[in-house]
Every structure is written in structure tokens, then in C-alpha cells.
């Protein structure tokens, strides 16, 4: 969907701290209901001198409650999430703030501009043999997730690219707990066409392991030595940096601390985690 959000700020030439400040002290107008989510998600605009951006509003009295989940929590792991794709410097969550609006407090976000067909390459229905030929090139650009069944009976499998964005994203959703990373919730923009966003985490930073995914492609492979870098970045700026305070206005103070444990984890096994022993590792439904 083509809309003025992230090329606007581009445009604009607005820097992140200037984006923020648009979301939390423009003047909020709401616009459309996006339909098929499961909480109260809007769309409309920021408007504030002279700047106007579209948004995401997530507001809190529109979350449906949930048995795992701490009552009116999830615009605050949405910011949250985003508080801590930026301390890993990869961007990973749009622009995400906590703001009033007209039904209370909520999550305002950077809306993402798409291409209309919002095709980004990214996932794939592979036939079932796709990687029996170790020769085939094409083959080693994909990871399987699981074998499905279309809709003529064929077998086929559900795969992601083998793409260090993906590869990235698949680290943090590890780092954050996230319960959610449905294929719907990667995003290619229209302005850079080779950044890979990741939305939608009020699912994000549970005590309990939640994590549900369809990257698990890379499970069991060595993080790599920039993915280590970040995660060890990371547990010093929760113990001791400016991370942990803003985590810590937005999460239970156990949050913060099992986030700390997850990442001390993926350094002592030196691997992307893999669906075993979950019982539920893949959402649903899955886009």
C-alpha cells in the first residue's frame, strides 16, 4: 500500500529523532481501521509543524486480553521492541512511540510505505524436492521451514530466503521473545528497497519462551561475528547503559532481566535457536 509514511520522511529529510517527535507531539488525526488484526489497529496521521507522516495507533483500550500476557502491556513491548531494534543498529521495527490519543494511551509508528502488491521475494512455496540436487544453485538461496500441503493436493514447502536481513531479524525475534513473526509482518518500503522491516511485536519480551516464527531456516547455524558483536553490545547496555533505563519504563523489571538471560544463552551456544522442544513454533496463521 502506497501512502505518505516513511517516503515522507524521507523527503522531508527527517532524521529518526525528528520522526519521533512528530509521532509523540503531532496532533493525532485517525483515518481507517486496519481490519484484520486482532487488537484496535489505526491508521491516520501526525501532523506538527508543517510535518505531516502517516501512523499505526495501537491504542491501549483496544487490546484483547490474553491469557499470557499481562493486561494492557502490548503497545508498551511494541516500543519496547523498538527501543531495542535501535540499540542493535540495525532498524529492524520503524519508528515506535507511546503517545495520548483519542481513546488514551497507545503505540504511534511510522507507517511503511509498500509497493502495491507488496511482493518482497522474501518467502516462497518451494516444490517439495527444491534442494534434492546439492548442485543447484537456486536451491542454496532458500531455507526450509515446514512441508504444507497446497490446495490441489500437491506437497510442496514453505521457505525463507537465505538473506542476512532475514538472518538478522531471526537474532532479534530470538533476543525479544517474539510469539508473532508471521510472514505479513516483513516489510520492504518503497524508499529503500533493501532495508527489510519487521512489525507488529506487542507479543514480545515474555518471562516464559514464546517464540514463534517462520524464520527458523536458520536454526543451529553459527551466529556470525557481527551478530555477536550486537548481542554482546546489547547485554552490556542492559546491564549498565542507557538501554536498560528504557526498558525498564516500558517492561517488569523480570523482562528486562530474562532479556539479559536470552542473550547471555545465544552467546554461550554461539547458535541461531531452532524450533525444537517448543510446542507451538510456528504462528498462525502463518502471513
Known amino acids: 500500500m502506497s501512502t505518505p509514511g516513511a517516503d515522507a520522511a524521507a523527503e522531508q529529510d527527517l532524521d529518526p529523532a525528528e520522526v519521533r517527535q512528530v509521532l509523540t507531539a503531532g496532533e493525532l488525526t485517525i483515518t481507517g481501521r486496519i481490519?484484520?488484526?486482532?487488537?484496535a489497529t489505526l491508521y491516520g496521521t501526525?501532523?506538527?509543524?508543517?510535518?505531516?507522516?502517516?501512523?499505526?495507533?495501537?491504542p491501549v483500550a483496544g487490546e484483547r486480553p490474553l491469557w499470557d500476557f499481562p493486561n494492557g502491556t502490548l503497545a508498551?513491548?511494541?516500543?519496547?521492541?523498538y527501543e531495542l531494534s535501535q540499540a542493535t543498529g540495525w532498524r529492524i521495527v520503524p519508528p515506535t512511540v507511546m503517545r495520548e490519543g483519542p481513546w488514551g494511551?497507545?503505540?504511534?509508528?511510522?507507517?511503511?510505505?509498500?509497493?502495491?502488491?507488496?511482493?518482497h521475494d522474501l518467502l516462497a512455496l518451494l516444490p517439495e524436492d527444491f534442494d534434492d540436487d546439492p548442485a543447484d544453485q537456486t536451491a542454496a538461496q532458500w531455507r526450509p521451514v515446514l512441508a504444507v500441503e497446497?490446495?490441489?493436493?500437491?506437497?510442496?514447502?514453505?521457505a525463507h530466503k537465505a538473506d542476512e536481513r532475514l538472518r538478522r531479524i531471526a537474532a532479534f525475534d530470538a533476543v525479544v521473545n517474539n510469539a508473532d513473526r508471521k510472514g505479513g509482518h516483513l516489510?520492504?518500503?518503497?524508499?529503500?528497497?533493501?532495508?527489510?522491516?519487521g512489525i507488529d511485536h506487542g507479543l514480545t519480551f515474555n518471562v516464559e519462551d514464546k517464540?514463534?516464527?517462520?524464520l527458523w531456516g536458520f536454526s543451529s547455524e553459527p551466529l556470525g561475528a557481527e551478530v555477536r558483536e550486537v548481542l554482546e553490545r546489547l547485554d552490556r547496555d542492559i546491564a549498565s547503559g542507557e538501554l536498560r533505563g528504557r526498558l525498564g519504563g516500558l517492561l517488569h523489571a523480570g523482562e528486562v532481566a530474562a532479556t539479559r538471560e536470552r542473550i547471555k544463552e545465544l552467546l554461550d551456544t554461539d547458535r541461531i535457536p531452532g524450533p525444537e522442544g517448543r510446542r507451538r513454533p510456528v504462528p498462525w496463521p502463518p502471513f
Do not use: F
Open 35 to 39: 481490519t484484520n488484526a486482532s487488537n
Open 46 to 58: 501526525v501532523a506538527l509543524d508543517g510535518v505531516t507522516l502517516n501512523c499505526v495507533h495501537k
Open 76 to 81: 508498551s513491548r511494541e516500543v519496547a521492541a
Open 105 to 119: 494511551p497507545g503505540m504511534c509508528q511510522l507507517w511503511i510505505d509498500t509497493p502495491d502488491e507488496d511482493d
Open 150 to 158: 497446497l490446495g490441489d493436493g500437491r506437497p510442496a514447502v514453505l
Open 187 to 197: 516489510l520492504v518500503g518503497i524508499t529503500e528497497p533493501d532495508h527489510v522491516y
Open 211 to 214: 517464540l514463534r516464527t517462520l
